[in-house]
């Protein structure tokens, strides 16, 4: 069978297990709405409300229906693409994701870059002195930031930057005194296409300065991950047969660890990508609420709170959906990129 074929039916199995997956993770967020204490009725009305007012909302929005009923109903408009409307607001819930998701894209990817290029410069730097003071330093680095808690981390970064210093604002995501710009819904592809356009930059400073401190605070937790994995990988690397046949040819020992060790240890790196969405998510509703960044982490933890069950849902299944995405794209290019991958 040609790797190219064996690729193809490797891909079709991962498609193939998605449907299923997302199945799963919208049965248990559905029964584990409806298990936890509280009712959405005291969430919109409140407790004292007449109890005719409540058991006509309870008709009106359906959750009279018997349980199977209320599911059967959930998973036919979830496969039609419709996922419902919020209790709270009556918005639909795909306009609430939309309106939100960009900001949290913003936020993670923006972290995700800055994780990854201060990760592997620090497990990059201790290599060539294993065991060294560097290297210990970097060890450190790498466990400490990994070990921190999100919202211990943000609100000390919050004191030191935004209260002590007065560098940086302590939240939101746009200057009050100026208005956000209007287009993709990402502030920062927005605010440079409105400097590049009209010479004005106050928009695009506004944006990076409220942007810095959480991205910042989000790219300190995670680069500890980056920087274990390639110091990890690249001493594995190191002592390969691979590269000392390449030492032994009377290669200098920067090349031997640019052009051979490195690509071959960025390799499972590239994998670690892919589990870090993960971790960006959970590390990310902390930090939108500590930070009050209007994105879609911060609009599931209101809706939790105000029991808005179609709004969970929604979120819920769509960055289900995306961290599937994410991590099947990265396991086809790591199978792409490594001829050693068999499937």
């Known amino acids: 069978m040609s790797r190219r074929r064996a690729l193809a039916q490797y891909l079709a199995a991962r498609l193939a297990l998605a449907p ?6 919208a049965t248990l967020v559905f029964l584990l709405l ?14 004292r409300a007449p109890e005719a007012a409540r058991a006509a909302l ?22 039609q693409g419709d996922l419902g409307t919020s209790l709270t607001n009556q918005d639909p819930v795909s306009t609430v994701i939309g309106q939100t998701l960009p900001a949290s894209l913003e936020l993670g990817s923006v972290a995700l870059i800055l994780a990854a290029m201060v990760g592997l410069a620090v497990g990059f730097s201790g290599i060539a002195r294993p065991e060294g003071k560097l290297d210990l330093a970097g060890r450190l680095y790498g466990i400490g930031t990994y070990a921190l808690p999100p919202f211990w981390a943000a609100m000390v970064v919050q004191l030191i930057f935004a209260v002590w210093l007065g560098w940086l604002p302590v939240g939101g995501r746009f200057p009050p005194t100026l208005l956000p710009p209007e287009g993709s819904g990402f502030y920062l592809i927005d605010s440079l296409r409105i400097g590049l356009g009209s010479g004005d930059w106050r928009v695009l400073a506004g944006t990076v300065r409220h942007l810095t401190l959480p991205a910042g605070t989000l790219a300190l937790l995670l680069s500890g991950i980056f920087a274990n994995a390639l110091r990890l990988n690249l001493r594995r690397s190191l002592a390969s047969d691979y590269v000392e046949a390449a030492r032994s040819r009377g290669l200098g020992e920067a090349r031997v660890v640019l052009r051979h060790a490195l690509p071959n240890a960025l390799l499972p790196v590239l994998t670690i990508t892919g589990i870090t969405v993960a971790s960006l998510i959970g590390g990310a509703l902390l930090i939108e609420v500590t930070y009050s960044w209007p994105g879609i982490a911060y609009r599931l933890q209101e809706a939790i709170s105000q029991r808005d069950y179609p709004l969970v849902q929604g979120i819920v299944v769509v960055v289900a959906a995306l961290v599937v995405l994410v991590t099947v794209t990265v396991d086809v290019l790591v199978a792409l990129l490594d001829p050693r991958i068999r499937f």
């Open 34 to 47: 409806r298990l936890a204490p509280g009712d959405p009725i005291d969430a919109l009305l409140g407790n």
């Open 20 to 25: 299923l997956m997302l199945w799963l993770i």
């Open 58 to 79: 309870r008709s009106r929005l359906g959750l009279d229906l018997p349980l199977w009923r209320q599911y059967g109903n959930f998973l036919g408009d979830l496969l």
